[in-house]
C-alpha cells in the first residue's frame, strides 16, 4: 500500500502476510515496520511525485474489495477476518509476543532489526501512542515549519484577531 517500490527480492524476502486478512487501516504500518525488521532502508522523495485518491464516492472508486463488506452473506466473515488482523497489528505495534492463546500471527517481525529500533527510526512509539516532533512534521526543522504547515498559519491569524479584541 502506500506508494513504495524496491527490487522484486522483497517479495521473497518480505511477502505480504496472507494471515492478515481484511486488512485495510493498519497495513501501511505493519508493512512498514516487517520491512524495517528484514533489514530494509526507507527513503522518501523531498516533494510529492503522487497523491491518493481518498474520495471514496469517485466514479473511479467503484467495484473496490471494501464494496464486499455490504453483502449481507460475507459482511459477518469479513468483518471477523479484518478485526482478527487490526488485533494481531494492534498486538505486534504494541511489542506483544505471540502465544497459544492468541495464536493469530502469521510472519512476523523480521531479526536484522528490533521494533524498539524502529520506533526509535519513526518517532513513533505505537504502545505509549506518541509520536516526535520530528516524525510530526517529517523532519523539518523547527525554524522552517513556521511557513510550511497550515497549523502555524492559523495560530498566526488567531493572535491577529486576539489582537484585536484586546
Keep these: 500500500a502506500g506508494f513504495n517500490f524496491s527490487l522484486s527480492t522483497k517479495i521473497k524476502d518480505c511477502p505480504q502476510d496472507p494471515n492478515l486478512k481484511c ?4 497495513e501501511e504500518s505493519i508493512n512498514a515496520l516487517r520491512l524495517f525488521t528484514n533489514g530494509y532502508n526507507f527513503y522518501t522523495p523531498t516533494h510529492s511525485i503522487v497523491y491518493h ?3 471514496r464516492k469517485d466514479f473511479l472508486r467503484k467495484g473496490v474489495w471494501r464494496d464486499l463488506f455490504k453483502d449481507d452473506k460475507l459482511k459477518k466473515l469479513l468483518i471477523n477476518l479484518e478485526n482478527k488482523s487490526k488485533l494481531a497489528v494492534q498486538q505486534i505495534l504494541n511489542g506483544i509476543e505471540n502465544n497459544d492463546n492468541i495464536n493469530i ?3 512476523g517481525l523480521g531479526k536484522q532489526r528490533t521494533l524498539k529500533q524502529y520506533q526509535q527510526f519513526c518517532g513513533i512509539n505505537f504502545k505509549n501512542k506518541t509520536i516526535t516532533d520530528n516524525a510530526r512534521f517529517g523532519g523539518i526543522k523547527e525554524k522552517e515549519r513556521e511557513s510550511l504547515f497550515e497549523e502555524f498559519q492559523q495560530n498566526k491569524l488567531m493572535d491577529l484577531i486576539s489582537s484585536f479584541q484586546t
Excluded: D, M
Aim: net charge neutral.
Design 105 to 107: 500471527y502469521g510472519l
Design 53 to 55: 485518491l481518498w474520495n
Design 23 to 26: 486488512l485495510f487501516f493498519g
